[in-house]
């Protein structure tokens, strides 16, 4: 059991104004043991927390939470934050079923005034409480924390480019840690570094004394040597100024001596937006996760003294493992292959990709829109871009996507990895959705893989298409233990497969849903109800005869897909009412992902919330045949 008297005291910021400089380091120290102690046996994100730890307990300390509104970049930093904020009791529950998220939601909390998990959404958010606030004429502070990996997607130069042009008073604290879920990558990431590296940089203005006033001493010797620096000193503080924002930093992020006065300097200016640089260290505070390559960013349960993290030993490889290897092989034949990844190259095997060939691998940073369109330009002239994003973050890059890539049909390939329902991420992660904004577009050619083979296919088949762009999806984790050819057969274009052939029931799937049909197949056929069972494989173009055999020789016909409503199921059901197979007795129903957000919990449990499982697939069978299960006397 962790001791933790004072951290006990503290139900709410509240608890926290009159704490004096040492309770506060107190504070800090048993709130990061406490972190520390829920995440061993939660697993979670653990790095980007213990970083924040000191800057937590000095906003909730300083502000006036949640009447002054505290944002938080992705929100997989806010562990320290729920602690502190009323939400210790249920902390031991963070991504588990039932529990708390892993990210800030509003509907768990008003100190969550902003709900994220997708990153570099604070600043906008941030200005529009802030523009809200002085609209109505309110008092009150907006306090957005954003990492250096955060500030380097289009979004927050967006959003820093319209509020540095305002008066509107907006706190924004980019939190520097020099990571991102990999080493941090990009211009910007360098002027960060040259901007801490060059320390005693700061340059003085008016506000910028009364900022340093309070400082400790070192800070104030810093502050009096940047008076003298040039003003056209090449720095972090010059971009951001030059952006319209008042610059303050670098700052120990871990030094609370330090933070504290300075915060309270920016918490006393009235006007404009400020940005505060604090410099801190990921995974700070624990030895395992400071001195690992990842900072512990994300991390699965964990012996807090060794550090050492619980392995469950895979039955079959990662969907994952078996793309980058498919695709390494295949940019073995064929030296226009190029990868792409959004600073997720561990997620997305591109990691492997680029030990592979490292010339032929880019990490753009957290830059999705920029992805597609670096990809379009590839493909335009000449190469074959595999841009591989999860199905969630591909959101961000729609417009290009429509406009750059579909409309001038440049073969770009979409590795869409985490397709469907991914567990302890919860909603904000679900790959529900890109089946219906990818195959809504023209010249869009679309795959799912139903396991680990046909996704080896599935790399070979878009390395051989040229004629346009095209997607094939798959989902996290492992796969199901078939045997994987050395390298993938091409497939052909818009071809699915009978897996199983019955008479009276058809299960069209799409994806990698095909395992829990079969399972259904197999207990139907016991009820007395022969079940045919086919893989779409393709969701665009659709296997039209296919489409048309089953419905014409089954009575039921029915999809299923791990993907949100207007998907595969849809462009079947289009499929069928334009052959006018729809006027008659065809007996069709669409099993999709419900019209809901599902929280998190294992996939297994969230899959049967959905009623996408092998059970779901039985009961809709009876349903839709009108009759009870129990009722299998004269099923056949
Ligand atoms: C749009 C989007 N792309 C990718 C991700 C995946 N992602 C989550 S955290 C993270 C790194 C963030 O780095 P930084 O902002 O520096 O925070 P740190 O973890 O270093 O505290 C990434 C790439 C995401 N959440 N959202
Ligand atoms: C916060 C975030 O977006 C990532 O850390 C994400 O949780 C990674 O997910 P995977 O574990 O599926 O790679
Ligand atoms: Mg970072």
């Given at each position: 059991m962790v001791h933790?008297?004072?951290?006990?005291?503290?139900?709410?910021?509240?608890?926290?104004?009159?704490?004096?400089?040492?309770?506060?380091?107190?504070?800090?120290?048993?709130?990061?043991?406490e972190v520390i102690d829920a995440v061993s046996v939660t697993g979670g994100h653990l790095g980007a927390g213990l970083g924040v730890v000191e800057l937590t307990v000095a906003i909730h300390h300083l502000f006036n939470t949640p009447s002054d509104k505290l944002i938080w970049d992705v929100g997989h930093q806010c562990y320290p934050h729920k602690v502190l904020t009323g939400r210790r009791d249920r902390i031991r529950t963070i991504r588990q079923g039932g529990g708390l998220s892993g990210f800030t939601k509003r509907a768990e909390s008003d100190y969550?005034?902003?709900?994220?998990?997708?990153?570099?959404?604070?600043?906008?958010?941030?200005?529009?409480?802030?523009?809200?606030?002085?609209?109505?004429g309110r008092e009150g502070h907006v306090i957005s924390v954003i990492g250096d990996g955060s500030i380097t997607a289009g979004m927050a130069y967006e959003?820093?480019?319209?509020?540095?042009?305002?008066?509107?008073?907006?706190?924004?604290?980019?939190?520097?840690?020099?990571?991102?879920?990999?080493?941090?990558?990009?211009?910007?990431?360098?002027?960060?570094?040259?901007?801490?590296?060059?320390?005693?940089?700061q340059r003085i203005r008016g506000m910028a004394k009364s900022i340093v006033k309070d400082a400790p001493r070192p800070i104030k010797s810093t502050a009096k040597k940047g008076e003298e620096y040039t003003r056209g000193m090449f720095t972090g503080g010059t971009w951001f100024e030059e952006l319209g924002f008042f610059y303050v930093g670098p700052v120990d992020g871990h030094d609370l001596d330090a933070l504290i006065p300075v915060l309270e300097n920016v918490k006393n200016m009235k006007d404009g937006p400020v940005l505060v640089h604090v410099v801190t260290q990921k995974g700070k505070g624990y030895a395992?996760?400071?001195?690992?390559?990842?900072?512990?960013?994300?991390?699965?349960?964990f012996n807090v003294v060794t550090g050492v993290q619980s392995k469950s030993t895979p039955n079959a490889p990662s969907y994952t493992n078996v793309f980058a290897d498919a695709l390494i092989k295949e940019a073995q034949k064929d030296d226009k292959i190029v990868g792409i990844t959004a600073a997720m190259p561990g997620g997305t095997g591109m990691k492997a990709f680029g030990e592979a060939f490292p010339k032929r691998m880019f990490d753009v940073g957290i830059a999705e829109q920029h992805a597609v369109t670096f990809a379009g330009g590839l493909a335009a002239d000449g190469y074959k871009p595999f841009c591989a994003i999860y199905s969630t973050f591909l959101q961000r890059g729609y417009d290009q996507l429509v406009h750059d890539i579909a409309l001038q049909n440049l073969p770009v390939r979409f590795a869409m990895d985490r397709a469907g329902l991914v567990g302890a991420d919860g909603p904000t992660h679900a790959g529900a959705f890109d089946i219906a904004y990818m195959a809504c577009l023209p010249n869009m050619m679309l795959m799912a893989a139903a396991d680990e083979a046909e996704l080896t296919h599935m790399v070979a088949t878009a390395v051989a298409y040229n004629e346009g762009p095209c997607g094939f999806r798959y989902p996290r984790g492992e796969g199901t233990g078939v045997a994987i050819p050395e390298i993938g057969q091409v497939l052909e274009i818009g071809k699915g497969r009978i897996i199983r052939e019955g008479s009276r029931i058809a299960l069209l799937s799409y994806g990698t849903r095909l395992g829990e049909c079969i399972t259904a197949a197999e207990q139907l056929e016991t009820l007395g109800l022969s079940t045919t069972v086919a893989d779409a494989r393709f969701a665009k173009p659709l296997d039209s005869a296919l489409i048309k055999r089953l419905a014409d020789e089954h009575e039921v016909l029915i999809t299923i897909?791990?993907?949100?409503?207007?998907?595969?199921?849809?462009?079947?059901?289009?499929?069928?009412?334009?052959?006018?197979?729809?006027?008659?007795?065809?007996?069709?129903?669409?099993?999709?992902?419900?019209?809901?957000?599902?929280?998190?919990?294992?996939?297994?449990?969230?899959?049967?919330?959905?009623?996408?499982?092998?059970?779901?697939?039985?009961?809709?069978?009876?349903?839709?045949?009108?009759?009870?299960?129990?009722?299998?006397?004269?099923?056949?």
């Open positions: 933790t008297p004072l951290l006990d005291t503290v139900k709410t910021p509240d608890d926290m104004k009159d704490l004096s400089r040492e309770q506060l380091k107190q504070l800090a120290d048993e709130l990061r043991t969550d005034p902003f709900g994220a998990a997708h990153s570099s959404t604070s600043i906008s958010a941030g200005m529009g409480f802030a523009t809200a606030r002085d609209l109505d959003a820093m480019n319209n509020a540095g042009a305002t008066d509107s008073r907006q706190i924004v604290i980019l939190n520097d840690n020099d990571m991102s879920i990999a080493p941090p990558v990009g211009a910007m990431s360098n002027l960060l570094a040259r901007t801490v590296s060059s320390g005693g940089y395992p996760a400071e001195n690992s390559a990842d900072k512990y960013h994300g991390v699965s349960k897909e791990e993907g949100a409503v207007g998907g595969f199921g849809a462009m079947v059901l289009h499929d069928l009412a334009a052959a006018g197979r729809l006027d008659s007795g065809l007996k069709i129903r669409t099993m999709t992902l419900p019209d809901i957000y599902i929280d998190q919990d294992t996939p297994h449990k969230m899959y049967q919330q959905a009623g996408l499982d092998a059970d779901a697939i039985v009961a809709k069978v009876f349903q839709v045949l009108g009759r009870h299960q129990v009722d299998t006397a004269n099923l056949a």
